[in-house]
């Protein structure tokens, strides 16, 4: 009896993971085709990134600001050039599949949210400064 309540939920859950899988591939896809690696290039310095980091970052952001898991699940999906992707032909003699796309919005959003980091992490002096900070409010809160 209860696998089958649980089961709803644990299916969000493999869905949210997996469209939040697509985003981020379709970003770090996205950022090669530019620079030829997965950097984010911001004002005051590049953030490179790898699919686990940019996976914790965007959820966790959407989490801190009290989205539940359909309503992030559902703006991942939004995000998304689903059309493209359901369109997929790469090529003419072998087409193994191809990767997600972001619609303009998409990319958009991504890079508002990096861009935001970057200038949080510069106000706090750079990326040492920052791990100084949170280790300082880490240790407070330890305390109290």
Request: glycine share 6%; net charge positive; proline share 3%.
């Amino acid at each position: 009896m209860n696998n089958v309540i649980r089961l709803p939920s644990a299916r969000l859950e493999l869905d949210h993971q997996r469209a939040l899988t697509w985003v981020c591939d379709a970003y770090l896809f996205y950022l090669v085709s530019l620079h030829r690696r997965p950097v984010y290039r911001h004002q005051h310095g590049d953030i490179s990134l790898n699919q686990p980091a940019l996976q914790g970052f965007i959820d966790s952001y959407l989490k801190d600001k009290g989205w539940d898991i359909e309503r992030r699940h559902a703006h991942y999906i939004d995000i998304l050039d689903l059309i493209k992707y359901l369109h997929r032909s790469n090529s003419q003699f072998i087409d193994w599949g191809t990767v997600p796309a972001l619609t303009p919005r998409g990319i958009r959003w991504m890079n508002a949210c990096l861009s935001r980091l970057g200038e949080m992490v510069n106000s706090y002096g750079g990326w040492k400064g920052y791990i100084t900070a949170v280790e300082e409010v880490q240790i407070n809160e330890k305390g109290i």
